[in-house]
């Protein structure tokens, strides 16, 4: 009598699951896909099951190639583009090309989407923005992969390197603080999304900017189940500034919002918020975006090269702390204690003094001219330094530099807790094989960078010892009144007492040289 019993709930069971996949199931909860028989995702993947939807708004120059892209995926069983009122041919273009064409019900890409929602025919519905190119084959029929299996209700693209400024310096830093357990999406902000039909219709879709963010809290709010899917690169056309300004703040007025509602939202997490976007500032992923097709690099050291004493000692002095930092700077104790303990030195120390001592400091006569110089020959000019970020970050801006990278000091209500938190640049990168801090992985990160063009000319300034990996690195190194005899003779580094004597390099360099250089 257990047998026939057992059998009758497995047919049950497997009875449950089809009816879910064919769109019958009320049950938002995922099924895990080693529990789902193999003929039934055979059987569904044997016919197109995804309505497309492609929300657009001035986007013939590209419109018709996503249609196209979309129609060659074989799950896709329909492309709709809802047209955003376009002045241009983006709508007669996309019929051309096999899509139906939607009049959008008002202005916004919040209201487009929800419109494609309520005319698609599919139980599965997937999103692509209109202005996409290079994209891989199949990427629709991977991104609905989860949903079939049941492994997930939700699905978001993950595409490139990381995100945009938007992304890293307003969403990210505000999901690790309200949604830290949205913190590990790569592309909150990215507008290529899969999902069921029945989730979606359940979820607010904001008017503008902020409607993709606002999809991914709500539907984790709802408690579906949320997957990434990694779809390789692509090219998407850029923001412009002005509109990256109002999607910051759409985005962060719809994080609030949502954190909000949720109970998540407090003024301890205020602060804490704008100092994680501090940081994000630092992250080498962030500075590569800020490229910007530039192949010239120039990269300063800060403590004993652009100031001629080290921004710790100038701290200490300033706060009372001279005599506890001294013995910690002579020893040859393990690098990464010795940093501990340094931070561990200006614990509870105000951020203002910080800042303060960074403002004050005297900089070499000639950088500013120096790097003025370098910048208008192309060149992307960055500090590098194993100080702490808050202050190379102004520091930088005084020498009128594009970025700064360093180590993060952690601050509570603008107090130092007395930790650092090494940047992960100074690592080095997986595919070199190697381990330990060093400034030279900082220059790896740039030379190892997928995006083109290619870095083909590096220049490095630096003081002493601890700038000799980076220097050697470099096609052009040089070192600012080093200590006599402390630089070997051998390392191909050029001298200079100070930054007025660039201009004498420059005049020296061989005419082959000079071609390929300021």
Same mark, same amino acid.
């Given at each position: ?6 059998? +009758? ?24 896909? +080693?529990?789902?028989?193999?003929? #039934? ?6 016919? &197109? ?34 047209? /955003? ?40 519905? @997937?999103? =692509?923005?209109?202005?996409? &190119? *290079? ?18 209700? %939700? ?30 999406? +790569? ?6 999304? &899969? ?27 709802? *408690? ?26 759409? @985005? ?40 910007? !097709?530039?192949?010239? #690099?120039?990269? #300063? ?8 004493? !080290?921004?710790? !000692? ?6 009372? !702390? ?6 910690? #700077? ?69 020498? %009128?530099? /594009?970025?700064? @990278?360093?180590?993060?000091? =952690? ?16 690592? +080095? ?48 190194? %040089? ?9 070997? &003779? ?22 082959? /040289? ?5």
């Amino acid at each position: 009598m257990l047998f026939p019993y057992w059998l +009758a709930r497995l047919r049950r069971w497997w009875r449950k699951q089809a009816q879910r996949l064919q769109g019958r199931d009320d049950s938002l909860r995922p099924v895990q896909l +080693a529990q789902t028989p193999p003929t #039934l995702l055979l059987d569904y993947s044997a016919r &197109a099951y995804a309505s497309v939807l492609i929300p657009a708004l001035n986007e013939e120059k590209r419109i018709a190639q996503v249609v196209a892209y979309a129609l060659s995926d074989p799950a896709t069983a329909e492309v709709i583009v809802i047209d /955003d009122s376009s002045t241009d041919r983006t709508a007669e273009l996309a019929a051309q090309a096999g899509a139906r064409v939607l009049t959008s019900s008002m202005l916004g890409k919040g209201a487009s989407m929800r419109d494609g929602l309520e005319q698609a025919q599919s139980d599965i519905v @997937v999103y =692509l923005d209109g202005d996409l &190119a *290079g994209l891989r084959p199949a990427i629709i029929s991977d991104l609905c992969q989860p949903l079939l299996g049941g492994s997930a209700d %939700f699905v978001k693209a993950r595409f490139g390197r990381g995100g945009g400024r938007v992304t890293e310096l307003t969403a990210k830093p505000m999901l690790k603080i309200f949604f830290p357990e949205l913190a590990t999406f +790569a592309q909150p902000l990215g507008g290529i999304v &899969a999902a069921r039909k029945k989730l979606l219709m359940t979820l607010t879709f904001e008017d503008d900017y902020g409607v993709d963010i606002g999809l991914l809290v709500d539907a984790h709010l709802a *408690g579906a189940v949320l997957a990434e899917v990694d779809i390789g690169a692509l090219e998407h056309d850029s923001q412009p500034l002005q509109d990256l300004t109002l999607m910051a703040n759409e @985005v962060g007025r719809v994080i609030f919002n949502r954190a909000r509602a949720a109970g998540r939202l407090h003024v301890e997490q205020v602060s804490a918020m704008f100092e994680l976007q501090r940081q994000a500032a630092s992250g080498i992923d962030y500075i590569l975006t800020r490229r910007k !097709q530039r192949q010239r #690099l120039l990269l #300063l050291d800060m403590d004993g090269t652009i100031t001629p004493t !080290q921004f710790v !000692q100038e701290l200490a002095q300033a706060t009372g !702390q001279a005599q506890a930092l001294q013995p910690l #700077l002579e020893g040859a104790s393990d690098p990464d204690l010795r940093r501990e303990r340094i931070a561990e030195v200006f614990r509870y120390t105000h951020k203002t003094r910080f800042e303060q001592v960074a403002r004050n400091m005297a900089i070499r006569p000639g950088v500013i001219e120096f790097v003025r110089h370098m910048k208008r020959q192309g060149f992307m000019v960055g500090v590098v330094s194993d100080s702490y970020f808050i202050a190379a970050n102004i520091l930088r801006r005084r020498i %009128f530099a /594009d970025f700064a @990278v360093a180590h993060t000091l =952690l601050f509570d209500h603008e107090v130092c807790t007395g930790q650092v938190r090494i940047n992960p640049a100074f690592q +080095a990168p997986p595919e070199l094989g190697e381990s330990g801090i060093c400034k030279s992985h900082v220059l790896q990160r740039f030379l190892n960078d997928p995006q083109p063009p290619k870095i083909d000319l590096v220049w490095v300034v630096g003081h002493d010892l601890s700038d000799l990996p980076l220097m050697r690195l470099a096609d052009q190194a %040089f070192a600012i009144d080093p200590t006599p005899g402390l630089l070997p &003779a051998d390392a191909g580094i050029t001298v200079l007492s100070s930054f007025a004597d660039f201009s004498l390099v420059l005049s020296r360099l061989a005419p082959a /040289d000079n071609a390929a250089s300021p």
